[in-house]
């Protein structure tokens, strides 16, 4: 991985800081890939490092007692991985799996806490990224819970679409299950409304592979759903 200060990966967020807490950033940082479908850290677990994912796609999950799973959101390149919880608490308050073969870098959690003690603006923009992905989560959660299970999957549906691969034609980085626990349904209804949807010729469904071949007639299904 390129030096902070070069590096075409790099956020947004570290354009606030100067040359010499980037250099600080770099001399704390290690990069790593970890394939498809491993976890990188569980709930419960401390939280050492500033984890932010340059290249690839993750899941945030909450685990209840009975074993039950639910995908709180998906992490996309350039995003900080758990960053709801690094600032607040000790510990992880969610699993966080790898969905794709993925690149991450990892900081220091204690160096990134003295520059955000050091630095208000990046301070004040970590809090602003923060709120940011809290009302994306809410949004999500409103959503589901407002709309019948039609309208749920054809929400996430346009919603890989339009968010993560900027296409009508992609491959879901999702099993069954998983997209049953994003959006609150089971399995047997996921599978079912989507042999749906492809004998309605609203999408063209062969394993994960996804086309959308109606995108207004799916739209008017999550807008009304």
Known sequence: MDHCVNCKFR????????DEELEIVS???RSFVVPKGETICVAGQPINEFVYLVEGMVKLQKI???GR???VSIARPLDFVGLLTV???QNYQYTISTLTDSRFCKIDISVMRRIAASNGQFALDILKYISKISDEIIRHTYAINSKNLRGRIAMILLDFANKHFD???YTLPLSRKELAELIDMTPENVIRILSEFRRDDLVNVKGKHI???NRKLLEKIRDLG
């Open 11 to 18: 956020s947004i967020l570290f354009d606030k800081l100067n």
């Open 27 to 29: 001399e704390n940082k």
């Open 64 to 66: 209840n007692k009975d």
């Open 69 to 71: 799973a639910q995908i």
């Open 87 to 89: 600032f607040s608490n």
């Open 167 to 169: 296409s009508d034609n």
């Open 211 to 213: 086309e959308i071949q």
